[in-house]
């Protein structure tokens, strides 16, 4: 077979291909989300007082930052067929508190921030690789929620971990262009995990082995392996989010971060991700993340409670839920 | 009996039947022939409830019926036998046989169950299958004889059975086939769907045949042959249905004693350059096993395995794809397809790292590979972007086994290249694996379908129980001493 003469006879042909694969007419699926996204704001500027400020837009966009960093890491979990990890709140807390700790015995900064990741990079590893010898996700994150839970309680005795924020001027208030630090690595993060996801042959590999593992298998593609890559990426990603959530407080304890698994595994199912994996995108995750915040925040300027503002995160999970699924349905009949 | 006027139905601007007419008589048992997407499911869909037609009668007994759903299909006296088998597998047999049926009682108890069970399954020759024994326990073909008798006990005027036989043996099907004549000799009618043209000789007075979603012809089967049926099928004659053999070269691969699991003894074959190695059998005779073994798919397989003269060791899928052994299982929907994934990114699943440089992956290089593959195997290019999982099932084979012509493969192992496939793919898929052995490729197909092997295949082996019973070249073989071969083994009987 020689496919690499059939492919030159094809020459310029093939560009034209490409961008008939690359520009597909975009589906409803496709433009449901910025459309939501476009309308809450559009809702949100015209209903209520001081939402369309650039300070209130700045608060949206940081408080969908941490969600935001963690929601992207964790959809390469979800499209590699691993659902999603229930282990957030307590992974960004072990984090934090290590951080804190660090920083409060006198580590310099930048390499507490080393020691974290890679700390956190062990954490996700020692999961994935659970996981990859056939435990189940749901149970084993469970339980790595629960250990790391127990741990940081019993280190900590329950107490505030806290540093002076003096020491960690860069993380703690730096604002280029009047815009917070971790907006930026949000966007960063977003844009690198998306390119990583669509463009690299690892973000192929996780996508056709959350597809169909037995094929991917055939194919000689590793489960394994991507299992424990989305892993170790998630767990990274969930450290740094949760160094910047930490960073401008000067300290926690074992609450820090609770209701953060709730909060990203909307932003995942707002985003379109689809639970059984084989079909997501980080950057839509982004987006959900952006959304999740956005309606938190019309809640707040409106004066709803945290309970409230739970329930419509809950209500708005399961709308866009039943949207996908009665979409998929029109769209197949 | 069964009378179907005008009846039309659209999914969107895709007419998938047009005005179709068709009529069963009492006793009649009639084939719905015709490829992937003709219009055979939709019109099954409709008989059973499942889809509501946009225009046009169905009449039982001259009564018009509303056929709104399953239980209105039951009523009007319908009984449909999907192509999957449709039984609950970790329920009992007498359990399966209440199932979904309108006449089921409120209340039961073991017993009543048992004593419902017993004379629907010696009706389908199931006498000895006691009916607590949970469904799981029983073979595929006594699930699907289950499943035909739940519709039996309906007291059906009309059979409806689509594709009752796609995943048996020649044994199995034998049973399933006498049955369905039974039903027919008790006056009631028959709906058969099929891609098996010898079972439409053997059980069914008429032939319809279905084509874009028309009826275009309507066929005593009496006086018809194989040629008529499948010109009319295809809207044009089929040369040679079977590609003509090639030249064979040097010996490509040597098995010598491989152990896997499913082989009851270490079994040999040798391949040559340019070869199509047929091996057939019952299903479970070990012709799958031995494939799936070699392809590293068993991690406790032993053998000396020597490609090209060189010895190699496959122990894992990994190892056989280094090596140039590529794969494709009987079963695309667990391991052939990504589901929901795009086609050109289902072909190129296999060869990710020679579209990749330094971790990305080149979209141009690979939706131009895959685009050659997609021609290779007549696959529409302008599909190449939509999902795998809405394409035809003769194209998803085509995707399914097409994947691997980018890994340049030395040795293709295929299992039941054809299941589920048209008649029209299927010539295309026999063409095109020839074509690709005179190009220098060797290929291992195990297949429980004897006319594939025969027709195809240069040299034959054949399976009985475990073993290797023999091998001649396909000219050796004739299709009934090859059937006779697949049925019963002859030193069995010797040496007993």
């Not at chain 2, 039951?74 to 046989?97: D, S, W």
Request: glycine share 10%.
């Amino acid at each position: 077979m020689s496919r690499s003469t059939v492919a030159m006879e094809r020459g310029d042909a093939g560009s034209a291909d490409v961008r008939r694969a690359t520009v597909r007419r975009p589906s409803i699926r496709a433009l449901a989300l910025p459309l939501t996204f476009v309308a809450l704001t559009v809702i949100g500027a015209i209903l209520t007082p001081g939402f369309s400020t650039a300070a209130n837009y700045r608060a949206v966009m940081l408080s969908a930052a941490t969600t935001g960093i963690v929601a992207v890491s964790m959809t390469l979990v979800t499209m590699s067929g691993n659902f999603i990890s229930l282990a957030c709140s307590q992974s960004a807390m072990v984090a934090a508190l290590g951080f804190a700790g660090l920083v409060g015995a006198g580590v310099p900064w930048p390499i507490a921030v080393v020691v974290v990741v890679i700390g956190m990079a062990l954490i996700g590893a020692f999961q994935g690789v659970a996981i990859a010898m056939g435990l189940d996700p749901i149970i084993t994150t469970i339980a790595a929620g629960a250990v790391m839970l127990g741990a940081a309680a019993a280190v900590s005795n329950g107490a505030q971990v806290t540093f002076d924020r003096v020491l960690t001027p860069f993380l703690s208030s730096v604002q280029p262009l009047g815009i917070p630090l971790p907006i930026y690595v949000f966007v960063l993060v977003s844009a690198a995990l998306g390119w990583l996801a669509h463009a690299t042959a690892l973000g192929r590999r996780i996508l056709l082995v959350g597809a169909n593992r037995a094929a991917a298998h055939l194919s000689g593609l590793s489960a394994q392996r991507v299992t424990v890559v989305v892993f170790v990426v998630f767990s990274i990603g969930t450290g740094i989010a949760a160094i910047l959530a930490i960073a401008p407080v000067g300290g926690g304890d074992t609450t820090f971060a609770a209701p953060l698994t709730i909060d990203v595994a909307a932003a995942v199912i707002v985003g379109g991700t689809i639970l059984h994996g084989g079909r997501g995108s980080p950057l839509r995750s982004a987006l959900g993340a952006v959304i999740v915040a956005t309606i938190d925040n019309l809640m707040i300027l409106n004066g709803f409670s945290f309970g409230e503002r739970q329930v419509a995160k809950g209500v708005v999970v399961v709308i866009v839920v039943v949207t996908i699924i009665v979409l998929e349905r029109g769209g197949r009949r | 009996m069964l009378d179907v006027r005008g009846v039309s139905k659209s999914y969107g601007k895709v007419g998938a039947l047009k005005s179709v007419d068709f009529a069963v008589g009492a006793g009649e048992s009639v084939a719905l022939l015709g490829q992937n997407g003709a219009g055979k499911s939709t019109l099954v869909k409709i008989l059973s409830g499942l889809v509501r037609p946009d225009a046009g009668v169905v009449s039982l007994d001259g009564d018009e019926t509303a056929l709104h759903s399953g239980a209105r299909a039951q009523r009007a006296g319908i009984a449909v036998v999907q192509q999957e088998v449709a039984t609950v597998a970790t329920m009992t047999v007498a359990e399966n046989l209440l199932l979904g049926l309108r006449a089921a009682p409120v209340f039961w108890t073991t017993r009543t169950l048992r004593e419902h069970a017993k004379p629907l399954l010696a009706g389908v020759g199931l006498g000895h299958v006691h009916p607590d024994t949970p469904m799981e326990d029983l073979t595929i073909a006594e699930q699907q004889l289950v499943d035909i008798a739940r519709a039996l006990s309906e007291e059906a005027k009309v059979l409806v059975l689509d594709e009752p036989t796609a995943s048996l043996s020649d044994t199995e099907i034998e049973r399933v086939l006498g049955l369905v004549r039974e039903i027919k000799a008790s006056g009631r009618s028959i709906v058969y769907v099929t891609h098996r043209l010898d079972e439409v000789f053997t059980i069914c007075d008429r032939a319809v045949v279905f084509r874009n979603g028309e009826v275009v012809a309507s066929i005593e089967v009496a006086t018809a042959s194989v040629p008529d049926i499948v010109t009319a099928m295809l809207g044009e004659a089929l040369e040679t249905y079977f590609p003509e053999p090639g030249e064979l070269g040097d010996t490509r691969l040597r098995v010598v004693e491989m152990v896997a699991p499913g082989l009851a003894e270490p079994v040999s074959v040798a391949l040559r350059r340019g070869e199509i190695l047929g091996l057939t059998g019952q299903l479970g005779s070990g012709a799958s096993a031995f494939v799936a073994g070699l392809a590293g798919m068993s991690p406790a397989t032993s053998a000396e395995v020597e490609l090209d003269g060189r010895a190699v060791t496959i122990a894992g899928r990994r190892d056989g794809l280094r090596d140039g052994i590529s794969y494709c299982s009987g079963d695309r929907k667990h391991d052939g397809l990504f589901p929901g994934v795009s086609v050109y990114k289902n072909l190129s699943a296999p060869w990710i790292s020679r579209i990749t440089s330094r971790g990305r992956i080149s979209r141009a290089r690979e939706y131009t590979l895959a685009a050659d593959v997609a021609a290779v195997f007549s696959i529409d290019e302008s599909r190449l972007t939509a999902d795998a999982d809405t394409l035809s099932g003769g194209n998803q084979q085509k995707v399914a086994l097409g994947k691997w012509l980018g890994t340049d493969p030395r040795v293709l192992l295929v299992e039941e290249p054809t299941r589920g496939v048209d008649v029209g793919a299927r010539a295309e898929i026999y063409a095109q694996l020839r074509r690709l052995c005179r190009e220098g490729l060797s290929v291992i197909v195990a297949s429980s379908d004897t006319a594939e092997v025969l027709g195809l295949c240069d040299t034959i082996g054949v399976f009985y129980k475990g073993r290797l019973v023999e091998t001649r070249r396909a000219r050796d073989w004739t299709e009934s001493a090859l059937l006779t071969r697949v049925m019963h083994d002859a030193s069995e009987e010797a040496s007993s």
